[in-house]
């Protein structure tokens, strides 16, 4: 998920585009409100992408908005990390942003990917996504404060457990 999960303030509370990234990096809304992504999901991004061990992992983005332009803009100026890092966009290989449910955008990243719902480890600050995402097999970390280290430990943490579970049923 985006919104409130990877950055901060969601969407529906900004002002809208145009989107400016100033000289340090900063990404503003028109009206000068700042778009601030989690600590732990720039560094989780930037694990994914530089380390080894998730070399064959790939990333997806599902957001449920109706402001998918914005969405797609903030993604193209925020960096994973620091000025010279690459973009969200950039280390984003599938994105579903449309209003609708998360199953929605789950069987269209199935569709899109290949990657069976037990693969997939999904992030979200909205309990609701996570209960029903969960039913597909996914799993799923409910983070209601937005992307913290804690999560992405227990993310980690329960997603290998359940590989795990898997490979010794199998």
């Given amino acids: 998920d985006l919104d409130d999960t990877v950055w901060f303030p969601e969407l529906y509370m ?17 009206n000068g409100e700042q778009m601030l992504t989690y600590p732990a999901a720039r560094a989780s991004l930037r694990m994914i992408s530089t380390d080894p061990v998730f070399e064959k992992t790939q990333i997806a983005f599902a957001s449920r908005t109706n402001k998918k332009q914005w969405a797609i803009e903030c993604m193209r100026l925020l960096t994973v990390d620091g000025e010279n890092d690459p973009t969200l966009e950039e280390v984003c290989d599938y994105l579903e942003i449309y209003s609708g449910t998360k199953k929605q955008h789950f069987a269209a990243l199935r569709k899109s990917s290949d990657v069976a719902y037990e693969d997939m480890l999904f992030f979200d600050n909205e309990e609701m996504n996570c209960t029903e995402v969960r039913q597909l097999g996914v799993t799923c970390i409910h983070c209601a404060q937005g992307m913290d280290q804690e999560s992405w430990k227990r993310g980690l943490e329960e997603f290998s457990k359940s590989r795990c579970l898997k490979q010794c049923v199998n």
């Fill in 14 to 30: 900004l002002g809208g585009a145009p989107f400016t990234k100033d000289e340090t990096g900063r990404v503003f809304d028109r």
